[in-house]
Structures are given as C-alpha cells and as structure tokens.
C-alpha cells in the first residue's frame, strides 16, 4: 500500500542533472510526459523495424531503409542511455535493474552485428529479433497516465492470489503428468506391419504432456490427437476436467478482485494511532477506540 | 447515470413532422414500436438476401429474385433515409452521425452497382458484401425494449473497467510480441537439403505473432504449430500463461459489474432511525417499521 | 419463487391411484425414491443400448442381444407410460407436456421400425438414433436429491440475466455477420490459374460465419483458417475481440448468483400483507411495516 | 472447518519412533521441513528419470545412466516407505490408505521388472509408465507452506459448489449425447460412389459424442468437423451454446470463492451498541467506539 500512499511535498530540481532526472525519469511536469510520449513511439517504430525486417520480401525490397532506420533508433537508444547513466543519482543500480538491463538489450544486439565476428558465431539474424526484447521499455508507458494505479491494483489481486494459484498450477501439472503418461502408454508404441514404430505424437512422456497442456488449456491444434477408443474417451475425460479446472482461477481472481474493489477503505489516519485502512462508514478507530 | 434519469413530461407532437420523428426515431408510442419491428424485420430479410446472393448456387438458381427482392428493400431503406432527413430538426448532424452513416451505407452500394464504370472498377461482388453493414442498423433494437437498460448496464461496467483492459491487452500484446520472436528464432529459417526455405509458419515476426494470437486466445487452429522440442516447450509454457492471463479481463467485468448490480438500493434515509441500504422497492423501514 | 415456497401439509393418499401417482410423479416416499432410481438406471441402460447399435461392429456382433434389450425397455417404458397415463387426473394435459412428449418419443420409434413401410421411408437407422431423446427424461433425477433446489438456484441465475445474455448473443452475432462478410470479401473469390474458383472455406457469407462462429467462440478447428496477410490480420483483431467479449457473460452470470446467493432471503412471510422474500435481517416487513 | 481449528498443546515426542514420526509426517519442526524438501526433489528428479526413459533416442544414449538413477531412487523410497511403517502408530491403516498406496505404487513396478515372468506379460514399458503415478506423492508439498490453508480454502468452494456442479455435468452430458446422436443422424452413414462407408468420424453415437465434447469444451482439434451445411450449423448452435454454458460453473465458484472469502468477519457482538459484523483484526466497535 505504501506505493500508493500520498508522496511527502517534492522539492524543485536544483540543477540541471535534476532537471534531466526529472524529464527522464518521472511523469510529473509537462516536458516529462512529452518525453514519455516521444520515447514510447520511438520504441514502437523501432520495434516495427525488428518485425519488417524479419519478413523476408520486405527485407530484400527495402533492406536500406530498414538498415537506415535501425542504426537510426540504435543511435538514439544510446544517446538515451548514457544520458540517464549520467543523470540517476546511482548509475550502477540503474545499469543491473531489470528496466536497465532491458535498455542494453535494446541497443546492444545492432553493435554486435557490426563485429563480423560475433556476428558470424551468433547469426545475425538471431541477434535482430533479439531487438524484439525493446518492447519491454514500452511497460514504462503504465507511468503516463491514470493506468498506474489500475496497473497495481490488477497486480495486487493477482499477488494476493499466488499461493491460490500455486496450488492450482501444481494440481493442473501433475494432471498433466499422470494423463500424459496413461496416453503415452494407450495411444504410444504402435509398430506398422513391419514392426517399425509409427509416429502418433504419443512416442514419449514429453511428447504426450505437450498434447495434455494444449488439450488441458483447450487450445487443441489438432496436430497430435488421440485415434483409438480408449485415447478418446480418456481425452474427453480430461477436456471435461480442464473444462471444469478453467473456472477455479478464473474464480480466485475474482473474488479477490471483488474484495480489492469491495474493500471502500477512507483515506483516514486515526489521530490516535496512525492506524490506517479504516472502512468508509467507520466513525470510530477500530484499533484504539479514538473518534476519527 | 444522466441517461438513465426520468425524462421530463414529454409535450405531444404538435405537427405532422414532429408526429413522423416520434414514429421513427422514438418508441414510445405504438406506433413508434411497430415502425421499429417492421424495420427490424425488413432490415434481417435484406441481410439474409445478402448472404444467399453469396451463394454461388444459389446466386445462379434464384438469381432474378434475389435481384428484385434487393431493389425493394433498397428502395424502402432511401424512402426510410429520406423521411429520416424530412423530419429530423438538424439534418446534417444526423447525416454525419453513427447511424446516419450506416444508413447511407446500407443503400450506396445497390445504386453504385447500377454505376458500370463503378461496378467495374469497386467489383460487383464487392459493393454486395458491403451491404452487410446494414446490419449494423440492428443495433437499434435495443431501443425497443427493456434491453436498454440492460445493455447501459453492460456498457457502463465495461467502460468502468476500460482502463484495467487497457493495461491487461497491453501486456498480452507485449508478451505476444515477445514470444512471438522468440518462436520465429526457434523454429523459423529452417532450410531442406537442398538449402532452400522451409514454410514453417514462423518464417517472420508478423508471422510467428499470428501463431501467438492463435495460441494465447486459446483458438488453437494447427494450421501453424511448433515442430522443434524446444518450439513445444515454449509454446507450452506460453499456453499455461494464456490459461492463467484469460481468468484476468473475466474477474475485471465480474468485479465491475457485481459493484454495479449492489448499486441497486434506493438512497432513502429512514426518517425514524437513520438507517441507510434500503431496498429499491420498500416502502417502510426494515429495521424500525416507519413509513419512508 | 412460488416453487419454492413451502408445500401445505401434504394429505394421505386414498386410494390405489392417488398411491400410485405419488410413486410414479414423486420422490418423498420410500417407494417414490425406489423408483426414480430404478427408472433412471432403465434410461441410462437404454440409451447405452441405443449408442452400442449406431456401432457398426458392436452391431454386427452383437446384434440379437441388442435387439433384445431394445424391446424389453421398450415394453418397459410402455407399460410406465400407460400407467402414468391412469393414476395422472388429467391424462390429457400430461400427454402434451414436455416429459409427456418426450416419454412417447422414447417409446414410438421402436414400434415404428417394426411397421416396414414407415421404416422403409424414414430409414430403420434415424428412427433408431430419435430414441437417444429418451436420455431428455433423465432429467427428471433432478427430482431425486438435494439437487432441485440448486438446479432452480442456477435457473434463476440464469433467468435474471437473460436481458443482459440476449444483448450479449445480439453482438455477438452482429460481430459474425460484419467479420464473416469482411473475411469473405478478404479471402474469398480466389481463382486458380485456369480462372477456375478455387475453395477457400470463405466462398459465401454463410461459410465466413461458421468460420466466424469457431474462431469467436475459440473452438478453432483449424478446417478453414486465413491464409491471406490480410486476412491473418481481421483473424488476430477478431480473436482478441472473442478473448474480450467472452468474459463479458462471466461476469453478467457471476455478478447475478453472487446477487442471489447474497440475498439470503428468510422463509417468513408477512402476517400483515402475506408478502414473502424478506431479507434475513428484517423486523418489520418492507411493503406493509407490519412486525415479523 | 475442523481441520483449521487450532491444534492442542503438542506433546515433545518421547522415543527415537515419535521422532521419526515427527520427521517424515509432519511439517512443523526444522528437520521435518528439510526431510520433506530432500522428497519432493527426490519425487522430482525421479520422474523426470521415467519421462526421459520414456524418449527413445535419450534411452538409447544413456540407458545405462537412467537405469542406475532409477535403482537409486527406488531403493531411496523404499527405505523410506519402510521407515514410514515402522514409525507410525498403524501401520495397516497407513499401508490401505491414499497416500500409503501411491508410495507402494511408486516402487513396485520397479521391482516388477526385475521378474522376467512378469516383465515378459506386462510389458516392461507400460510398467515403467506406471512410475510416473510417483508424482502423486508431490501433493504432500502443499504441507509444506502456508499452501495448505489455500489448498483447503480451493476444496472447500468446489466442495461446496459440488451439487452445481454435478447440475451442471448433468446438462452438459445430455446435450453431448443428443447434440452427438443428432450429428449422427446429419454425417454419418456416407457412402461413396461404390456404395462402401466413407469415415467421417460421425458413424457412430460414441464418436460423434467424441466430436460434442471436443466442440462443447472449445478444445476444436479439427481431427472431426461437419462438412454438411446442416452440419455445420448445427455446429454453430453447439459451439454458441458452448460459450454460454461455460460461463455458468464460472460464475458458480466464484460465487461460492466470494461467500468464503466474504466470510472472514469476526463473529463478535458489540457490548455497547450490539452491532455485528466487525472486521476480524477489530478491537474497538466501528460504529460507537465501545472496546469489544
């Protein structure tokens, strides 16, 4: 809660690190947002590069420009990121936080194509859609608007209910296990008139809970599914469990968020106790007795 | 909530224009209800002569009548679109408003098809299509009866809940951006023996995000599905996520709408003993017996 | 709510007739209870019967036996059906209500295959299958347990949202109709090089909405899929759609069994004005003030 | 509720037997926590052991390596398994029970194996498949955490929504078989030009149920699909009824997960103004101070 809570008076920016601290890094003043706004669309565009240049007739159309535009977005990223190396207070906290690391990536993966030698080893394809990964910068975008606050009450719900889902990703995954294994050994082992294995998709454990995750979670591509009798009815069994399974997260989410929603707390802190969370209607600390 | 409030004592229609709008644009009187069933009856035949005319069978066995049957509805619709126009106080904001546009669209494309150098240019087959838009104008029918309300209802819980959807399909289309690329990394680029591409379905970004839609909507076609161990393993886990991420935007509306649906209780205070949360319908207080 | 309301004391049965209607119509007495059971054993055994012949090899194995049982639980179901017909006091009205439509349609199809020109025209095999309704009279196990009150709990449910599921069917299926012409118009008309049509799976507006409908409603088969970028992209907008739209009816059946479950209404009713429904909580009765 | 009543006073454990009792059944000293982790990741790497086995190439390369992991790990659980019997006060009650039978379970096929008779009847891959049955035992770990009361608060809402449920199934099923007799009727029993059976996966009641439940569940594997226009809306209609059913259970636990949740208020009355309902964690009565 304690993220939420009002922020004590912030004092004005004192020099000219501050002034970039705050354009950079916060959402507050005018030119903050701006900065924001311009930054998201240039990781959008950015990733639109990655995405283009991974289809192959495009590539072989318009390579310059997309080349072009890459060193272009590359270029800025790093101007970006030794610019807030040098105004954070703490540059080497910011470099090995997660928002700091997903900055590298964002501009590391260009330089390397450069090298001939990484390139070579790593491919160069692989380290352009490692570029993808610049997306994640695009979460600072919650920090904009009136999203931050319905942002953490979404990942609140969901953290008050993880011991809930633990339990019940562990019940899913065991069932995963035992019903991959009976069909491993209903549908697995079939050998043609030559006595040669044939493949069914059933051909090992593994194989098998891959088909039991995509029927569980009722995805069902149909590349692997179950052709004797037995499979069948042992598959439908399980679709009708995961048909039923579906309904209990869906429940725990949803009663906690309704409970999150439910839960009309007052902004009030008790005079007497500095307790805080009272209920809306509350007249009374009900901690401490004292009148609100 | 204003929308919703009691209307003020209407005034009777004075003339003959004002007597043509309470028919066709309210429904109220009896009139106005039975102009609005016929419509809705003549708006559902026209849609179903659309789609039978794409049935090239049934294009070629009933061709003529099909044809006719188009022309009358086209023809009642522009008689319907001009009566609109008469008796409407400011026509022109009706001409640009949402239904005003469907209106138009839904008798355009019959006079563009009698057009040859339009015809020709746009398709015939083209123009037809467009016309199912027509059913657009059915939307309508929820002025016809107590459905309003309950699609206000509908309408504000979603609304209420816009921002948390907004962050929720933004973090799916990052993760389906993210996984996405990495798929394309895994399996896509493959080569045959003889060095040239294989289509896998992940052969671009763009690509391998359609597989990811597919995947994490639960939809599940198989047209394109991962082959590499290590493309199931991701695919896999990616559908445990869809499985847990899809329980989200479901507790948002349930928790929205319960908030909504408590809502109903009338604002009365008793006069007797101050109590609050009566219901809508009491007449006397259910905790001290006084008249409200 | 009269259903549930409590039954006035029930008087003794008679004679032979009332005795037999109390253990052929309902579940309060020993001898009711033994029969419901009996009965819905006799059902399920039937229609396993009926399911084991539509078996090509079960059939022709197996044959006599299953022929066998056909006629004794037709004769069984026969002489149920005469005999409710005796002890019920208005045969009649029996005969044209649901269970009464439905106990014929178990027993007249047998009787039909018997008679070689009724069979020669509507086909042994479909007379056969109609017998599969017979499993409709299973529903009267509802009767047997603690089960009625839950079962008329979710009708209920389900009632009071049938407003809002109705405006939720009606975009649905307007969201289909506009989707599958569009998909048609994207995908469809596809000619080979020859000019002859080529089938897609989106050549008439009917076909795009059953592509619709398995896509929306995430079911996904994977028969007919996009196969143009284009149409690949309305696919990925339309399943995000489906992937929002489907927590809509969640939350509108959600939010009504919390409402009922939280109305824990008391059973009193009102000796002032004889209303019944009044919260648990109530002194005073909320229409008329009289004391509880 | 009696299972989350406070525990009496335990009594320090007297014998070296009450120690290993302490030990491997319960959770709450130092070394049984440590003893139940040193299991689970046992129970863990075992299984993975039966599912690499499983793979044929990984068997071929490293037989000799999985099976000596194998005979470590069964001999790892059958000491314990021996110690479990002879610490515990009854060691028959043990033996016949869940848990006790899933650890037998967990070592004999093993040893089955190592019977030629046997291995030769059974088959030496379906014993081996039988280990994977091992990963029941991993349900102990909701002992461990903070799990177990989630664990039970998850049994407790499916538990209490049980006879909804079963309403529910019941439903579900006898829409399968009719909806699946129905399907019979419209697919089946093709015949080609030759007048030889065509497979449709609809030429029988138990197949085509096979299809319904596919469809019904929105798994849609795509390996059966109608291919009559009759079929197909039929298909429709189901698939349309799918996505309304589902909602139902949904909506069921989680009204039944918000009455448990709802339920944490503490049951105290207030001496001053007899209010009730008072948050758990309240001292003070929030409405007039008085100290409860």
Redesign the interface.
């Known amino acids: 809660m304690s993220r939420l809570a009002p922020r004590p008076q912030r004092r004005e920016p004192q020099n000219w690190r501050e002034h970039l601290y705050e354009i950079i890094f916060e959402a507050d003043t005018r030119a903050g947002k701006l900065f924001d706004v311009v930054l998201l669309v240039a990781i959008l565009l950015s990733?639109a590069v990655?995405?283009l240049e991974?289809?192959?007739s495009i590539r072989s159309a318009h390579g310059g420009l997309l080349f072009a535009a890459e060193w272009f977005f590359t270029i800025l990223f790093t101007v970006e990121y030794v610019v807030r190396l040098i105004c954070v207070p703490r540059p080497l906290r910011y470099v090995f936080s997660f928002y700091g690391i997903v900055d590298l990536l964002a501009i590391l993966p260009t330089y390397l194509t450069a090298i001939p030698y990484v390139a070579g080893r790593a491919g160069t394809?692989?380290l352009a859609?490692?570029r993808?990964?610049r997306?994640?910068r695009?979460?600072r975008?919650?920090k904009l608007?009136?999203?931050l606050s319905?942002?953490e009450?979404?990942r609140q719900?969901?953290w008050a209910a993880r011991?809930?889902?633990?339990?019940?990703?562990?019940v899913?995954l065991?069932a995963v296990?035992?019903v991959?294994?009976?069909m491993?050994?209903i549908e697995?082992?079939k050998v043609d008139a030559d006595g040669r294995?044939v493949v069914t998709g059933f051909?090992?454990?593994?194989?098998s809970?891959?088909w039991a995750?995509?029927?569980?979670?009722?995805?069902?591509?149909?590349?692997v599914?179950p052709s004797t009798?037995a499979g069948?009815?042992l598959?439908?069994g399980m679709?009708?469990l995961?048909?039923?399974l579906?309904?209990?997260?869906?429940?725990?989410?949803?009663?906690?968020?309704?409970?999150?929603?439910?839960k009309k707390l007052s902004t009030q802190v008790c005079p007497g106790c500095m307790a805080e969370g009272?209920?809306a209607?509350?007249?009374?600390?009900?901690?401490?007795?004292?009148?609100l």
């Open positions: 990733v990655v995405m991974s289809v192959r394809q692989r859609t490692i993808a990964l997306l994640l695009a979460f975008i919650f608007a009136h999203m319905e942002a009450a979404l719900a969901i011991a809930k889902i633990a339990v019940f990703l562990s899913v065991i296990v035992i991959g294994s009976a491993h050994l697995g082992g294995p051909d090992s454990i593994p194989e809970m891959y995750i995509v029927t569980m979670t009722t995805v069902g591509y149909g590349d599914s009798p069948k009815a598959a439908a679709m009708m995961g048909y039923c579906i309904i209990v997260p869906t429940g725990i989410v949803t009663a906690e968020l309704t409970h999150v929603g439910a009272h209920d209607d509350a007249a009374f600390c009900k901690y401490c007795g004292t009148h």
